[in-house]
């Protein structure tokens, strides 16, 4: 099982990013996926989420309105488009599954 993030950086406040999770070693139409955000000294913070049957997502209160969780089966990709970011959002974030995680990718929100 591997999962790898991708599409971090540096934007200013009100920009926009979109992650990318790259999933081998299982299907993600099988298993809920989610994004988790966490900064150095802090509790890992659940951002965002996609069960198995991809019609259901969910999505904490501090990004809700702003991020969009989606994926691509055909690719095994999962996605967070994020928009109107702010400084706040700075964390690195990760991809994964109630067993699995990523390397993560850092974003920066900062002008």
């Known amino acids: 099982v591997q999962l790898v993030e991708s599409g971090g950086g540096w934007v200013q406040p009100g920009g926009s990013l979109t992650l990318s999770c790259a999933v081998s070693?299982?299907?993600?139409?099988?298993?809920?996926m989610s994004w988790v955000r966490q900064n150095p000294g802090t509790e890992l913070e659940w951002v965002s989420g996609?069960?198995?049957?991809?019609?259901?997502?969910g999505y904490a209160d501090s990004v809700k309105g702003r991020f969009t969780i989606s994926r691509d089966t055909a690719k095994n990709m999962l996605y967070l488009q994020m928009n109107k970011l702010r400084p706040e959002d700075t964390a690195v974030y990760y991809c994964?599954?109630?067993?699995?995680r990523g390397q993560g990718t850092r974003v920066t929100v900062s002008s």
């Open positions: 994964g599954t109630n067993s699995n």
């Open positions: 070693g299982f299907d993600i139409g099988s298993r809920d």
């Open positions: 996609i069960n198995s049957d991809g019609i259901r997502t």
